[in-house]
């Protein structure tokens, strides 16, 4: 059958890396085109192009028996593509018949004006909703007052209603309940009955198998291939999906004959007041680095700001050097000996308005003040030395203490982080994504600062998306899917398929 | 990379260093030459530091909020509140005014600052609101209470101590502003406090991860911005002898004008206290000025307005502000 769209050997890069390699893609009428990948592999990259957003640099695209070079936005919408993402981009405070048909709104003339035809757009919302088994919102309900899962149906149906030829969802499953689900894939099976297209991006193996016809996977970028879904296996699916060479390790060589300490830092029976952890434990012993693998919100993250302080827990203890802590915020967490690396260095990291030298001492003054640090003076000798002794120790390149942060590279600036909580005398670091957007050098540069820590005693937690990252660096990975630990390897037994296996939540 | 510390010293340099104090300069400069005998006298500048001692004060509360990228428009009915209750506590009850001043300082001025601060972080609104607000509140309850009557009578020593001059030379409404300030300006560069509300103003997620306790360092700035208009009312009173229920109607502006022609980031974490000083003595520079030229005071608030959109474009394009 002839394809509706068809991507050829597209090629995208950006400074200093090939986000997609010679990436070949179609949708036939009809079908449900699976994209399945880790994150990072270029799905996302790929959708840009067909939206128009990203022009590719090589390849051909071609869309209703014309081949193009590149789309544009307009260009991919009148082809009748259309793109569901992940954070759904409808307006809550519109209702749903204007978000539906937004920007075309239906007109009728009335003597020498043209006005909104209402009527029209209920008339035909309330046939699309119908379309949608959404039947029971009337057109004029507020998006704002619907669940997530009318949300995307409000998409779906904006979709059908601009005649959709491809409807490209990406983790359309990711915030809905196994019921939402069961609800969605009616619709996908309509959706195909008619001869529309679906590419449908999501991590849940299952899924994969209950929806898709097709299966195109990539990894890093680069093209594997495309099956017929059937033909596959789970196994098979992991296997291709991960599976590359790990660069460069930083765990003990086994002739060293390294010996992991006592028990360290414990967390039992960790949950979160809003249940993104649930029931996590795990212990941490002197001289290891332990590591969170997982999907994007899968409860790492969110995990290690309770622990830290930073969102509220319900129930669970924290243990550090056999003492319970009580943990109620951040402040308590730094005063007792928790610091947190932050994944998103300019928004939760560091001051824009802040020098070097400020930046590096914060914590540590902040640790000595009183009364929530309200008390206590700011000691600019001190300081000065502090700042001094860590930018020669971690050799942080800037032109002076007194420049501005902001002004720094992403590695260095993330060295100015790790060297405010070296200052602040911590006993345990944790790291939430240490080295994204950071490049290869200063990379391995972090990797040895982190493992120098964890040699002197203070515990280690690393939070990662990138699977090699965790292999060449940890001495334990644990993986969390859904809020909760599903698997805890040690970095000799673990390889990324079992990991990737247990963060699909698979099996333990 | 090195490069930037040996780069040759630039009007940009420049402006973001002195742009406050040059203003005032060219000011008095321009003032001095079309008025040098009665512009610039020693008895006219003293009267101009006295006349601003009120915005200053003002100034140097709001500053705290504007630190912290917010913003209090209560300061004048906290001026106004604190002034009339504390009038109120010598007239009527006959408190001696040492104890009245650290009763209207104290528990008027911060209390009023602390339930500001409590509200943002409560409610999670825009300061602005809140202080609109609140605003309208105090100023209603001055109404009420003084029964919108002059409160008159004040002890003699009272206003010929606060409102009077020190040595005969210096009035004490501007050595209040400069110990305020003083203080403040310690509070902010030598207390761990201050280093926090800068954070905090800066950055208050970064600030949240650091371990910086948002929520009481906000009613903490809110609280100083409390004190410092409580000091400008009991100025206000000692000043006129009487406390007037309409006191400071529109001061807040002053206060908020003086803090940005002083440098401060209307986007907080940028800022300095010695500089609201100035920016004080900017608007009264302009209002004196301008009437010994003997324009009518309808163009005073003209110049103002036209001076403040000036100063902060200039800031924008050589400040510290255009090499981000």
């Known amino acids: 059958m002839e394809p509706i769209i068809q991507m050829k050997e597209i090629t995208k890069r950006f400074p200093g890396v090939v986000a997609l390699n010679r990436i070949s893609f179609d949708v036939r009428p009809g079908e449900v085109h699976v994209l399945l990948g880790e994150n990072g592999a270029g799905k996302s990259t790929l959708m840009k192009v067909l939206s128009g957003a990203y022009r590719p640099d090589e390849g051909t695209i071609c869309l209703g028996g014309k081949e193009y070079s590149q789309l544009t936005p307009h260009l991919s919408a009148e082809g009748g593509i259309s793109i569901i993402y992940q954070e759904l981009s409808v307006v809550n405070w519109l209702d749903i018949r204007e978000n539906i048909f937004m920007g075309r709104l239906p007109m009728k003339q009335i003597g020498p004006i043209r006005v909104v035809d209402y009527g029209e757009m209920n008339t035909r919302t309330t046939e699309l909703l119908k379309k949608v088994n959404l039947s029971s919102r009337k057109p004029t309900t507020s998006v704002g007052d619907l669940s997530i899962s009318e949300k995307q149906m409000v998409e779906i149906a904006k979709s059908v209603a601009f005649n959709a030829k491809v409807i490209v969802m990406d983790e359309p499953t990711s915030s809905l309940t196994e019921e939402e689900v069961q609800k969605l894939f009616v619709i996908i099976r309509q959706l195909k009955e008619e001869g529309k297209g679906v590419v449908f991006i999501s991590h849940k193996l299952s899924e994969i198998f209950e929806i898709g016809d097709r299966i195109t996977i990539m990894k890093d970028g680069g093209y594997v291939g495309t099956y017929q879904v059937a033909d596959l296996t789970t196994d098979d699916m992991i296997r291709l999906m991960v599976g590359r060479e790990i660069k460069g390790t930083y765990q003990h060589p086994p002739e060293d004959n390294f010996e992991f300490g006592n028990v360290i830092f414990e967390c039992k029976n960790l949950t979160r007041k809003d249940g993104k952890a649930k029931d996590v434990s795990f212990s941490l012993r002197r001289g290891e680095i332990l590591g969170f693998s997982g999907l994007v919100g899968a409860g790492r993250s969110e995990t290690m700001c309770a622990i830290y302080g930073a969102a509220p827990k319900s129930s669970g203890e924290i243990w550090l050097h056999g003492k319970q802590l009580s943990i109620k915020n951040p402040y308590q967490a730094l005063r007792q000996g928790i610091g947190l690396v932050t994944e998103n260095r300019r928004e939760t990291g560091f001051f824009q308005n802040f020098s070097n030298k400020r930046n590096i001492s914060i914590a540590s003054q902040l640790k000595k003040s009183g009364c929530e640090g309200l008390i206590g003076l700011v000691n600019g000798a001190e300081e000065q030395q502090i700042a001094e002794k860590e930018r020669t120790e971690i050799q942080i390149k800037c032109a002076s203490l007194e420049q501005l942060t902001a002004q720094l590279s992403g590695g260095n600036q993330q060295k100015v982080i790790l060297g405010k909580w070296m200052a602040a005398g911590v006993q345990l670091l944790i790291f939430d994504e240490p080295t994204k957007g950071i490049d290869v050098g200063t990379k391995s540069e972090i990797y040895k600062l982190m493992r120098g820590l964890a040699d002197e005693g203070i515990g280690v937690i690393v939070v990662s998306s990138e699977m090699p990252e965790l292999l060449g660096l940890c001495d334990r990975i644990a993986v969390m899917a859904g809020g909760r630990i599903t698997g805890m390897y040690d970095v000799a037994d673990a390889t990324e398929e079992k990991l990737a296996k247990a963060a699909t939540g698979e099996s333990a | ?324």
């Open chain 2, 1 to 324: 990379m090195n490069t930037t510390a040996k780069k040759a010293f630039t009007f940009s340099d420049y402006w973001d260093r002195y742009s406050t104090i040059t203003i005032l300069a060219i000011m008095i400069i321009v003032f001095g030459i079309l008025r040098p005998t009665s512009f610039l006298t020693g008895g006219n500048l003293i009267k101009i530091m006295e006349q601003s001692s009120i915005t200053i004060l003002l100034g140097l509360g709001e500053f705290f909020a504007i630190l912290l990228g917010g913003i209090d428009l209560s300061v004048s009915s906290t001026m106004a509140l604190s002034g009339a209750l504390t009038a109120q506590l010598m007239v009527n009850l006959g408190l001696h005014p040492i104890l009245a001043i650290l009763i209207g300082v104290i528990l008027f001025g911060a209390f009023i600052g602390f339930l500001n601060g409590s509200l943002v972080t409560a409610t999670g609104l825009p300061p602005f609101i809140i202080t609109l607000g609140t605003q309208a509140i105090l100023r209603s309850l001055v109404y009420i209470i003084t029964s919108a009557r002059a409160v008159s009578g004040l002890p003699a020593s009272f206003s010929k101590t606060m409102g009077g001059k020190l040595f005969d030379v210096i009035p004490v409404p501007i050595l209040v502003a400069l110990i305020t300030a003083a203080v403040l300006t310690f509070l902010t560069v030598k207390c761990q406090c201050g280093r926090n509300l800068y954070a905090l103003g800066g950055n208050s997620q970064s600030a949240w991860y650091a371990g910086i306790t948002v929520k009481k360092h906000t009613i903490l700035a809110f609280s100083i911005s409390g004190i410092c208009a409580a000091l400008a009312g009991m100025v206000n009173i000692a000043r006129l002898a009487a406390a007037e229920p309409n006191a400071g109607t529109g001061y807040e502006t002053f206060a908020i004008e003086a803090v940005i022609i002083g440098g401060a980031s209307f986007f907080g974490g940028v800022g300095k206290i010695p500089k609201v000083i100035i920016g004080g003595l900017i608007i009264g520079v302009i209002n004196n000025g301008l009437n010994m030229v003997g324009v009518s005071s309808y163009y005073q608030q003209l110049a103002m307005g036209c001076l403040l959109i000036l100063a902060v474009t200039l800031d924008r394009f050589f400040g510290a502000s255009s090499k981000n």
